[in-house]
C-alpha cells in the first residue's frame, strides 16, 4: 500500500504536534491513556478536511446572519486530557 506511508506519517506528526509537544508523559500507563484520547478526538470531534470543511458524517448547520443571534449563542467546550484538547458545541 504505498499511500500507507504518508498517511501514517501525517497522524503521526499531528499526535506530535498538538499532543505529545503539550503533554508530559509519567509512564506507560498514561501514554496510552493520552492516545487513546487523542485517537478518539481524531477521529470524531475534530473537523476534517473534506467538501466544505465538513465532518464526514453531519451536515453543516446553516449560516446565522442575523446579528442579534450571533450574541445569544450558547457554546459550550469540554475538555479533554485536562484542557490539552478541547471540543466546542452548541448548547441544545
Known amino acids: 500500500m504505498p499511500r500507507m506511508n504518508s498517511i501514517t506519517e501525517r497522524w ?3 499526535c506530535r504536534r498538538e499532543l505529545l509537544d503539550r503533554t508530559l508523559i509519567w509512564n506507560q500507563r498514561h501514554l496510552l491513556h493520552a492516545l487513546r ?3 478518539a478526538f481524531y477521529n470524531s470531534h475534530r473537523p476534517h478536511q473534506g467538501i466544505a470543511n465538513a465532518r464526514p458524517l453531519p451536515l453543516l448547520p446553516e ?30
Open 37 to 39: 484520547e487523542f485517537e
Open 63 to 92: 449560516p446565522i446572519d442575523d446579528p442579534t443571534q450571533l450574541a445569544h449563542l450558547d457554546i459550550r467546550r469540554s475538555e479533554r486530557l485536562g484542557g490539552i484538547l478541547n471540543e466546542y458545541q452548541h448548547a441544545a
Open 12 to 14: 503521526v506528526q499531528t
